[in-house]
């Protein structure tokens, strides 16, 4: 199927409402949503095939370590969609990104040890990383988005022992160009700093940027480097918890087998989705690539038209806005006031640590008319 005959048309709020995800279920009805990561976007129809069958013939028992299949699908969907050469051999499952991390964490700070990330960041990293006691050492972002390299030095210093890379990043929605990858890459491995890579993102590049994969910057970066990644943003799967660690290097891969093994606690429709999302979805993917870019041009525009005090970088991938709204010189937090005001959620800026305060994140993957109605929501909430 070419991918300017898939149907991406998202339902009306009443009936997103009926969904019992986190993102539909949180609110009252008369909110609109756009706060975590989940699309609104009608599910592959390959997919959506491979799961009915799947539940028809009662095939719901414990998933399996990794399949050939299912390993050989994420290394050819690597090597066509992001020029990323995966040996199917160090692929190993988790039953999500955040689990394989803080698996990995443990392994490598041990009880009490630190990591550093760069803030704003995911806000699992800053919640979940410290619950499972490892410390968090957040490194400062400069102007242009990059990773402070003095301020991850500090950190280093104070007893980092991996970087927890989110790439492309959120909540910002930027690449980070080879440049700026060799330079983290080349600093971690002479303290003998690992990176771990959490690469959920890539395949969600927008037109216009080109995601280069950890394990392909350098030599440096297979050495100390894992990546971890999922089909769940892509192909919009959180609830069917599958996940990849992917490793380069021997070390890296004795590294991972150091973890508990985690495949019996993932998701068997998981792996099925997955299989079919890597092999047979492309077209899908292609279309909804298509209207979130077309999703970003309309969010630049509505946000001129209607608050143009909002200052904000369009994100090069994923389908997250960062929103700088200070200019708006709210008395609260931006995030409390389009929601109590507005009636329309957005993910609070502080969730994503200090440098986050005064902004928020928008999540743009639906229909056009709930984006503008979105904007015009957030504006009212300006003018009371």
């Known amino acids: 199927m070419r991918s300017d005959a898939i149907d991406l048309t998202v339902p009306p709020l009443a009936e997103l409402q009926k969904r019992r ?5 949180t609110f009252e009805p008369d909110v609109l949503s756009l706060t975590v990561a989940e699309m609104d976007f009608p599910v592959a129809t390959e997919i959506r095939r491979a ?18 299949p299912l390993r050989d699908a994420l290394a050819g969907f690597a090597a066509r969609r992001l020029h990323w050469a995966i040996d199917p051999e160090q692929i190993t ?34 919640g979940e990383l410290p619950s499972a006691g490892v410390r968090v050492l957040p490194v400062s972002l400069a102007a242009h988005g990059a990773i402070d390299l003095n301020d991850l030095d500090r950190a280093i210093d104070s007893g980092a ?6 790439s492309p990043h959120n909540p910002t ?29 890539a395949p969600l590049v927008l037109p216009g940027a080109t995601h280069l994969p950890w394990l392909e910057v350098s030599p440096a970066a297979r050495r100390w480097g894992i990546s971890l990644t999922s089909a769940s943003k892509a192909f919009n799967l959180a609830a069917l918890k599958t996940a990849f660690v992917v490793t380069a290097d021997a070390v890296a891969r004795d590294l991972v087998a150091r973890i508990a093994p985690q495949h019996d606690h993932a998701s068997l429709l998981g792996e099925i989705a997955a299989e079919v999302a890597f092999r047979e979805c492309d077209p899908w993917l292609d279309a909804v690539i298509a209207q979130l ?41 931006p995030a409390e ?3 109590q005001r507005g009636r329309v959620a957005l993910g609070a800026g502080l969730d994503y640590g200090e440098p986050g305060s005064g902004h928020v994140r928008l999540n743009f993957a639906t229909g056009p008319d709930q984006l503008s109605e979105a904007v015009n929501r957030m504006a009212r909430a300006t003018r009371r």
Not at 51 to 68: F, K, N, W
Request: hydrophobic share 50%; aromatic share 8%; glycine share 6%.
């Open 337 to 339: 006031v389009f929601l």
């Open 51 to 68: 799961v009915t069958a799947t539940v028809e013939r009662s095939d719901l028992g414990y998933a399996i370590p990794a399949s050939a």
């Open 93 to 126: 499952v988790v039953p999500d990104v955040m689990v394989g991390l803080l698996e990995l964490c443990r392994a490598i700070a041990g009880a009490g040890g630190a990591v550093a990330c760069a803030a704003p960041a995911y806000p699992p990293f800053l």
């Open 173 to 201: 929605g930027r690449v980070l160009p080879r440049a700026e990858l060799e330079a983290l890459a080349e600093r971690c491995a002479a303290r003998e700093v690992w990176v771990l890579a959490d690469e959920i993102h």
């Open 293 to 333: 870019d077309r999703n970003r041009s309309q969010l630049g525009a509505e946000l001129a038209r209607a608050l143009p005090e909002v200052r904000w970088q369009p994100p090069q991938a994923t389908y997250l806005a960062w929103l700088d709204c200070r200019a708006l010189a709210f008395e609260h937090e």
């Open 161 to 166: 022992r991996a970087l927890v890379l989110s």
């Open 21 to 25: 995800s986190e993102k539909w279920s």
